[in-house]
C-alpha cells in the first residue's frame, strides 16, 4: 500500500489561489487512481476532483469544474490541485486518497487517505 502526505493548504482571500500537493511512497504510484476530495465543518466528504492512474483522464465535481486543476506526476509520486479562484464555499478540510486500478468517483473505492490539510477562504 502507499502512504499519502498532503501539504500547501492555507488561509486564502476569496478569489486567490492556492496549489495542494500529495506525496505518496511504498507501492508503485502509477498503479493508483488518484483522488482530492474535501470535508467541511458539519457536512459529508465530498469529491472535488480525480485522475486516472496515467493522467490522461480526469473528472470534476461540478462545484469546482472550471477553477480547479488536478494534476500528476508519477515521476515524483506526486499528485497536485491547483485551486483558482477560491470561494468561501470551498473551506474544507481537503484529503487526497488513492485506489487501486481504474479511476472512479466512488469515494468508497478509495482505501489510502492523507492526513487532510485545511483550506481556510476568507471573503
Known amino acids: 500500500q502507499v502512504q499519502l502526505v498532503e501539504s500547501g493548504g492555507g488561509l486564502v482571500q476569496a478569489g486567490g489561489s492556492l496549489r495542494l500537493s500529495c506525496t505518496a511512497s511504498?507501492?508503485?504510484?502509477?498503479?493508483?487512481?488518484m483522488g482530492w476530495f474535501r470535508q467541511a465543518p458539519g457536512k459529508e466528504r465530498e469529491i472535488a476532483a480525480v485522475?486516472?492512474?496515467?493522467?490522461?483522464?480526469?473528472y470534476y465535481a461540478d462545484s469546482v469544474k472550471g477553477r480547479f486543476t488536478i494534476s500528476r506526476d508519477n515521476a515524483k509520486n506526486t499528485v497536485y490541485l491547483q485551486m483558482d479562484s477560491l470561494k468561501p464555499e470551498d473551506t474544507a478540510v481537503y484529503y487526497c486518497?488513492?485506489?487501486?486500478?481504474?479511476?472512479?468517483?466512488?469515494?468508497?473505492?478509495?482505501?489510502?487517505w492523507g492526513q487532510g490539510t485545511q483550506v481556510t477562504v476568507s471573503s
Open positions: 511504498g507501492r508503485t504510484f502509477s498503479n493508483y487512481a
Open positions: 486518497a488513492a485506489s487501486i486500478g481504474a479511476m472512479t468517483v466512488r469515494l468508497g473505492s478509495y482505501d489510502v
Open positions: 485522475i486516472s492512474r496515467g493522467g490522461s483522464s480526469t
